[in-house]
């Protein structure tokens, strides 16, 4: 793939917590999700800069499923709610944390997103559903010189598609690295790479192809 020089590439690391992997089987476990850590090290390569989203939820938030609302069923009320979800990716547990074979240290700028209990945002590039309230990370990509993005992450399907589809929005070119993302389920995942096929995002299969 033909690649900028390396100054303006950076990588992004979305949402890659155990909490998405079978380490955490009650919270959203994702099959294979803690397997990608070699194919995110191994696209960081490519880039200047390496950033890193995390879901970064409150034990109190009002989105959590329970014995009267079960996961998946829509709330209304709250413009930055949509379904219910099992709690998840709560701060200071082991679901919140990195999956195994990824450095904190390595990272240059982490968004945590969904602090807020009334908020559970998808993309990380935005705090709220309608893309209005900025995490930073557009501004810290620009204000680096940023043009392309190297992405992968949890989910395929939630996470990683929404943000993707902010980045490019916001003008980057944007690779997802196939081999380091892992979705919930196999048909929101096919209509997930439609959608971002659709909106110019390109795609590797493995970091490996980013130097040919
Ligand atoms: C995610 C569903 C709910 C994700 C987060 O990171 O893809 N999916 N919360």
Not at 40 to 69: G, P
Not at 84 to 109: C, M, Q, S, V
Not at 142 to 158: E, S
Not at 182 to 207: D, H, L, N, W, Y
Request: with cysteine; proline share 5%; net charge negative.
């Amino acid at each position: 793939m033909q690649l900028p020089e390396k100054k303006y590439i950076a990588s992004f690391d979305i949402d890659a917590q155990n909490t998405f992997t079978p380490v955490c089987p009650n919270e959203l476990p994702v099959a294979e999700g803690d397997t990608i850590a070699p194919e995110l090290n191994a696209q960081a390569q490519f880039a200047s800069l390496r950033l890193a989203s995390r879901d970064a939820h409150s034990r109190c938030a009002l989105w959590i499923s329970d014995a009267e609302h079960a996961p998946l069923t829509p709330i209304s009320g709250y413009p930055d709610l949509d379904i219910r979800w099992p709690a998840h990716a709560i701060i200071g547990t082991k679901g919140f944390d990195f999956i195994d074979g990824l450095d904190e240290a390595a990272y240059d700028y982490q968004v945590f997103k969904g602090i807020e209990a009334d908020k559970h945002p998808y993309g990380a590039c935005y705090h709220d559903l309608k893309d209005t309230l900025s995490t930073g990370a557009i501004e810290y990509l620009r204000c680096h010189g940023i043009t392309t993005v190297i992405c992968g992450g949890l989910a395929t399907d939630y996470c990683v598609k929404n943000t993707v589809l902010q980045l490019k929005a916001a003008g980057f070119d944007v690779i997802l690295n196939k081999a380091a993302c892992r979705g919930i389920a196999p048909e929101t995942i096919e209509s997930a790479m439609q959608e971002m096929a659709a909106a110019g995002v390109k795609f590797v299969e493995c970091a490996k192809e980013l130097a040919e």
